[in-house]
């Protein structure tokens, strides 16, 4: 079975930063071959995409929403089977359950999730 534990959330201070961690087991195959991203939900609001980045041995090629750009920085450990978001210049909006993904065999796996509150 596939499996992605997040860790890294928490509370903050707006303009502060957090790093999350998604390290991914179980029958994954190549992690460097897999997609994987970052997604997050807001209290009341649907689950939105943050970040992805595509599975290559080089590190991939990246993607993010608007409203992270320049603020966001998605990573991969291949060696570690690990995805990484560095969350720079916080925003109260920011606040949400964040969610990793990877697709394995054309199936998607999510992780448990883990809570980032931004006060202001």
């Known amino acids: 079975q596939v499996q992605l534990v997040e860790s890294g959330g928490g509370l903050v201070q707006a303009e502060g930063s957090l790093r999350l961690s998604c390290a991914a087991s179980?029958?994954?195959?190549?992690?460097?071959?897999?997609?994987v991203g970052w997604y997050r939900q807001a209290p009341g609001k649907q689950r939105e995409l943050v970040a992805t980045i595509t599975g290559t041995i080089t590190g991939g090629t990246i993607t993010y929403a608007e409203s992270v750009r320049g603020r966001f920085t998605i990573s991969r450990d291949n060696a570690q089977n690990t995805v990484y978001l560095q969350m720079n210049s916080l925003k109260p909006e920011d606040t949400g359950v964040y969610y990793c993904?990877?697709?394995?065999?054309?199936?998607?796996?999510w992780g448990q999730g883990t809570q980032v509150t931004v006060s202001s």
């Open positions: 179980g029958s994954i195959g190549v992690f460097t071959l897999k997609p």
């Open positions: 993904r990877i697709v394995v065999r054309g199936l998607e796996y």
